[in-house]
């Protein structure tokens, strides 16, 4: 099993920016997939972002405005959001899986999530 740990969640104005951090203790990490899903309260969990050797992929909500990349020698992956919006508001969670994909089945390992707050 694969440790995520999540960081870099908080309060924002709309219009601003907030970078998440995602270390993971997998010793798979350079070829494992790797995406951020949220969960905003009394809605189900949705796919933000992927990564993996074969591209990057993002839900159209955030494409544009978020940005997501690795680094596979720190075994970091990050979030990257600019010109939060007030629905972007949400528990965001780190995950792993072996294909980028946006269905949260395909993913084995999850973080415990990090609170992201935009205030209009």
């Known amino acids: 099993q694969v440790q995520l740990i999540e960081t870099g969640g908080g309060l924002v104005q709309a219009g601003g920016s907030l970078r998440l951090s995602c270390v993971s203790s997998?010793?798979?990490?350079?070829?494992?997939?790797l995406a951020w899903f949220r969960q905003a309260p009394g809605k189900e969990r949705e796919f933000v972002a992927a990564?993996?050797?074969?591209?990057?992929y993002y839900a159209d909500s955030v494409k544009g405005r978020f940005t997501i990349s690795r680094d596979n020698a720190k075994k970091m992956v990050y979030l990257q959001m600019n010109n939060l919006k007030p629905e972007d508001t949400a528990i965001y969670y780190c995950?792993?899986?072996?294909?980028?994909?946006?269905?949260?089945?395909?993913?084995?390992?999850w973080g415990q999530g990090t609170q992201v707050t935009v205030s209009s």
């Open positions: 995950a792993a899986g072996s294909v980028a994909s946006s269905d949260s089945k395909g993913y084995h390992s």
């Open positions: 997998g010793r798979t990490f350079s070829s494992d997939a």
């Open positions: 990564t993996r050797w074969s591209g990057t």
